[in-house]
């Protein structure tokens, strides 16, 4: 298996701080992406980097990638409490197959 | 609106008793995902179709089977679940993607939570 990993697994701040995750794996990518999961349900799609970008926005979410170190990272700023939840990376794996990470738990604290 | 939806959103078998899990979708995606996620682990792939295309993978369970008698449905089959099998089970769905060009990322349903007795 060539799941990312993330770091931290858990994740505590205030609500208005800013979150970092970060997510590392082990093969050559074609993209990498990050999915939200509210407790108890389903994934949301988040972003999507390309192998040759090195940084994306989409809202108060930026990743960035760099593929020499095999990681990414994703920033969440001006955090509300909504945005508790656990964030997984996944990369592409073979075809049609996407592979997570083990997931970093976010809880904002109001 | 399109979505990917999954029937019952909890639920309880008994131990030995099999069990089907059913997802539709609306999306018109040509592939469709079952995903296992056990608490506080990632979701690990059971298998996907590629249209009608099979493909297991290779530490699925053989106690695991799915249809999709077509491309809006799909259904995930235990057996004869144990305990070791209550989990929540993800449908997922993507259009097809081809190496060297993007992935649009999947579209997941809420989930399926079994419970084993």
């Known amino acids: 298996s060539q799941q990312g990993e993330e770091d931290p697994q858990a994740l505590s701040i205030q609500e208005g701080e800013n979150a970092t995750m970060n997510c590392s794996y082990k093969?050559?990518?074609?993209?990498l992406q990050w999915y939200r999961q509210n407790s108890g349900r389903g994934l949301v799609h988040l972003i999507l980097?390309?192998?040759?970008?090195r940084e994306k926005h989409s809202g108060r979410l930026r990743v960035t990638l760099d593929t020499s170190k095999k990681s990414s990272s994703l920033l969440i700023t001006a955090s509300r409490a909504a945005d508790t939840a656990s964030y997984f990376c996944a990369i592409t794996q073979g075809a049609q197959k996407l592979v997570f990470g083990q997931g970093t738990r976010l809880t904002i604290n109001p | 609106d399109a979505m990917v939806i999954q029937n019952p959103r909890y639920q309880v078998t008994q131990f030995g008793k099999p069990v089907t899990l059913s997802c539709s979708q609306t999306?018109?995606?040509?592939?469709m995902y079952w995903y296992q996620q056990k608490s506080s682990q990632a979701p690990k792939l059971l298998f996907h179709y590629y249209d009608k295309d099979f493909n297991n993978e290779a530490d699925t369970p053989d106690n695991f089977q799915s249809r999709r008698p077509n491309t809006s449905f799909c259904f995930l089959d235990i057996r004869s679940p144990g305990l070791g099998d209550a989990a929540m089970y993800l449908c997922a769905t993507s259009l097809r993607w081809l190496a060297g060009t993007d992935h649009y990322g999947y579209t997941f349903g809420s989930g399926t939570r079994l419970t084993v007795v």
């Open positions: 980097i390309r192998s040759n970008e």
């Open positions: 999306l018109n995606h040509n592939v």
């Open positions: 093969t050559s990518i074609n993209n």
